[in-house]
């Protein structure tokens, strides 16, 4: 049975920082492109970023260029997001997915997906 196991949400204070981490076991990690999406209360569930099975590229939601970054370490199976600047709309439960493609992460058709991870930012 796959596993992916998100960790690292909280409550943060606008403004501050988090880092989520994705740990990923019983499949060939690295052959999958990773993501994260988040869902907050009343919404949709929308893509944040996305990263390709090697690492080589990755791709980000409007609202979260230029401070969230996503990145990968296909020797320990693990994706991470690094926050930046959060705001209280960043308030939402992330989770973490692994698809064959970055069309199927654009697509909202993951393969696998993680139980999620709270992350509060308010003061």
């Known amino acids: 049975q796959v596993h992916l196991v998100e960790s690292g949400g909280g409550l943060v204070q606008p403004g501050g920082s988090l880092r989520l981490s994705c740990a990923a076991s019983?499949?060939?990690?690295?052959?999958?492109?990773m993501s994260w999406y988040r869902q907050a209360p009343g919404k949709e569930r929308e893509l944040v970023a996305a990263?390709?099975?090697?690492?080589?590229?990755?791709n980000y939601a409007e609202s979260m260029k230029g401070r969230f970054t996503i990145s990968r370490d296909n020797d320990k199976n693990t994706v991470d997001l690094q926050m930046n600047r959060l705001k209280p709309e960043d308030t939402a439960v992330y989770y973490c997915?692994?698809?064959?493609?970055?069309?199927?992460?654009?697509?909202?058709?993951?393969?696998?997906w993680g139980q999620g991870t709270q992350v509060t930012v308010s003061s």
């Open positions: 990263i390709t099975a090697a690492g080589g590229s990755s």
């Open positions: 997915a692994a698809a064959k493609s970055l069309h199927d992460i654009v697509v909202g058709t993951p393969e696998y």
């Open positions: 019983r499949f060939t990690f690295s052959s999958y492109a």
